[in-house]
Every structure is written in structure tokens, then in C-alpha cells.
């Protein structure tokens, strides 16, 4: 799929030396995906992100892969920090309440492969702005469907970790960690940050359900996520 060239002048190098190992999927949280475009591409806001799907289907692309984009904002994935200068991000034209339409949906599994391949990303660095960056941000949400992504090998597979007999919160913490997420984050917002990739209306303490939905860390560590 071609893109629509709308460049935002929101971007730079990215810093010593790093190229692209993830990719941060977002909502624009804005009802109108021209504004939200038009924001993107506003230097009074300084942010950006590489690409833009609106929910029509249309793709629109703001930065060049090669440059930094300015998407993530604080946060670390894999204890990596700078995640901008490490990924290529990715808007999704949503207000984050309501479900991603079809045409989107159908973009993003034609943009994505092509990414993954020119920059050696697997499913595992395909990740939310909520998993990098738990309680500040939440998108792209609970009405994203992770398992559509998740059966084309475009996204890790939740709930393949299997039974398992520790649910502590130590043992569920390292489970994130090894998954990526930042370990300075309290136990109540990690778990809120996993619930929202995993198991979106979990609700209520750390359940046998929480550790269950998770992916297994060593399927992918070893090359082998299932499509």
C-alpha cells in the first residue's frame, strides 16, 4: 500500500546510532482525524509519529522509518529507554472508546509486515504506548483487538504462557519483565498496563486469569511465536 505523503516537520535523527526494534502502536484519541492529522504535523505540538491510519483506511505517512519521530514520550521497553530513537510509530485515527473500524484494521495488517521486514522486527516488538509507558498512557486501548494481529504473527499470542502454579505478585512481575514492561511501575499499574494488552476487562486482584492470558516469554526468546 502506497501512502499519502503528509510530512510533519516534528522529527529528527535518530540518537548514537540506533535503528528501529519496535513497534509502538497508538489511538489518537481525537474525534477528528483531520485535526488529529493536522496536530501531527503542527509544529506548535511538537509531536509526530511515522505513519497515520485513518479510519476510512487511508494511510498517511508524516516521517520518513530512517528519521526519529516524536510519539512515545517517556517510557522503557526491555529496560530500553529513548523509545524513539528504537521504534516507528504507528497512529490509529481512534477516540479510544469506540472499536477500531475495518478498513483500519485491514491497513495495519498491510503496513505492518513490510516494517517488521525491513527493520528484523518479530511479533514481540510490536507493542502498545500503555505497555512502554503503564499509567500514563492507555492506548491503544482495550478495544484493540491484539488477537487479530496476534493469529497473522503480527503481535505475541496472549494466554500461551499455560498453567501456571505461582501467582504471586513477585512471580507475576517477573513474567512482565521478561515480557518488557518497566519494572519501576507500582503493582497496581503494571497490572492494569498488562490487563490492557491481555486480558482488557480483567478487573478486581491479581488472579490465576491474569497469569494465564499472558504470552510465553519463552516462545518468542526462542524464535517460535505461534501464528
Same mark, same amino acid.
Given at each position: ?43 506548535? *505540538?511538537? %509531536?509526530?509519529?511515522? *505513519? ?19 510519539? /512515545? ?21 481512534? @477516540? ?9 484494521? /485491514?491497513?495495519?495488517?498491510? =503496513?505492518?509486515?513490510? %516494517? ?9 516488538? %510490536?507493542?502498545?504506548?500503555? @505497555? ?14 491484539? /488477537? ?37 511501575? @507500582? ?8 490487563? =490492557? ?13 491474569? %497469569? /494465564? ?15
Amino acid at each position: 500500500m502506497q501512502p499519502i505523503l503528509h510530512p510533519s516537520p516534528n522529527f529528527g535523527p535518530r540518537r548514537d546510532g540506533l535503528v528501529p526494534s519496535l513497534i509502538v502502536l497508538h489511538y489518537t484519541a481525537m474525534p477528528d482525524p483531520d485535526e488529529a492529522l493536522e496536530r501531527l504535523c503542527s509544529p506548535e *505540538y511538537e %509531536v509526530s509519529a511515522h *505513519y497515520l491510519i485513518h479510519r476510512d483506511g487511508r494511510l498517511f505517512q508524516m516521517v520518513q522509518e530512517e528519521m526519529r519521530a516524536w510519539h /512515545a514520550g517517556a517510557g522503557s521497553w526491555g529496560g530500553m529507554d529513548d523509545i524513539n530513537s528504537r521504534s516507528i510509530g504507528i497512529e490509529m485515527d481512534n @477516540d479510544g472508546a469506540s472499536p477500531f473500524s475495518e478498513p483500519q484494521m /485491514a491497513t495495519l495488517e498491510s =503496513l505492518l509486515p513490510g %516494517v517488521m521486514r525491513r527493520w528484523n522486527i518479530g511479533p514481540e516488538g %510490536v507493542i502498545g504506548h500503555s @505497555d512502554m509507558a503503564p499509567g500514563r498512557k492507555t492506548d491503544p486501548g482495550p478495544r484493540f483487538d491484539w /488477537a487479530r494481529l496476534a493469529r497473522q504473527g503480527l503481535a505475541v499470542r496472549s494466554g500461551t504462557l499455560g498453567d501456571s502454579s505461582d501467582i504471586s505478585v513477585d512471580a507475576f512481575r517477573t513474567y512482565a519483565s521478561c515480557l518488557g514492561y518497566p519494572s519501576e511501575a @507500582d503493582d497496581a499499574t503494571l497490572l492494569a498496563a498488562v490487563r =490492557l494488552r491481555h486480558r482488557p476487562w480483567g478487573e478486581g486482584p491479581l488472579s490465576e486469569d491474569d %497469569v /494465564a492470558a499472558l504470552p510465553d516469554v519463552s516462545l518468542f526468546l526462542a524464535g517460535s511465536i505461534p501464528g
